[in-house]
């Protein structure tokens, strides 16, 4: 995320990760410039978006390079890859690891940080000791049915447009939420893994 004036970090829409530097841009334009000369100079691996999609591994799972910026196919792409992760290695644990990494030596610090941030998010909210949440969070189950994720368009338009409250920086270009209409389209087909 990006950090705030009051020290918070915050969802940004329009961020990469080049050679382990966070690079935070203030339109969708400016991030897919740089990440357009990247791939074309070569041996790229930039992480794109909010998920963080890396491009040496998993550019091939979109139709353009600016799919990886939309954040609706950027999320898409990664719970799908994460389920993908989930089936191989049986545990959220697992999959969470090799979400970043297949080396451990990369991965268990990935993972303790992932688990350090669920737990502060949980503590965070009103709602965290009920008997769902509590279940979310200590799930090592496939989620029932089929793979697709629903989206709805209240929880698009807070991923994309977070109110930033006392933040003190540009603000991103908005994107519309999702209708019925694109929701189930977002859904109903969703990105085969290279």
């Known amino acids: 995320g990006r950090k705030t004036v009051t020290g918070e970090y915050m969802p940004w829409t329009w961020t990469l990760n080049d050679s382990g530097e966070g690079l935070f841009f203030d339109t969708r334009q400016a991030a897919f410039d740089y990440l357009q000369a990247a791939v074309d100079a070569g041996d790229h691996s930039v992480d794109v978006g909010c998920m963080q999609v890396n491009t040496k591994w998993h550019m091939d799972g979109f139709f353009e390079l600016a799919d990886m910026l939309d954040p609706v196919q950027n999320a898409d792409y990664a719970a799908s890859f994460l389920l993908d992760l989930f089936a191989a290695h049986q545990s959220w644990d697992g999959a969470v690891k090799h979400y970043h990494s297949s080396d451990p030596a990369k991965n268990v610090q990935y993972h ?3 688990l350090a941030e669920l ?38 338009q807070m991923a994309i447009e977070p109110e930033f409250g006392s933040a003190e920086f540009p603000p991103q270009q908005t994107v519309a939420a999702s209708t019925p209409e694109t929701s189930a389209a977002n859904t109903d087909m969703p990105l085969n893994m290279a």
């Open 112 to 114: 303790a940080r992932v």
């Open 119 to 156: 737990e502060t998010f949980l503590a965070s909210r009103d709602d965290s000791n009920t008997p769902e949440m509590t279940q979310v969070a200590n799930a090592d189950v496939m989620p029932a049915g089929d793979r697709r994720l629903p989206l709805s368009g209240e929880t698009i």
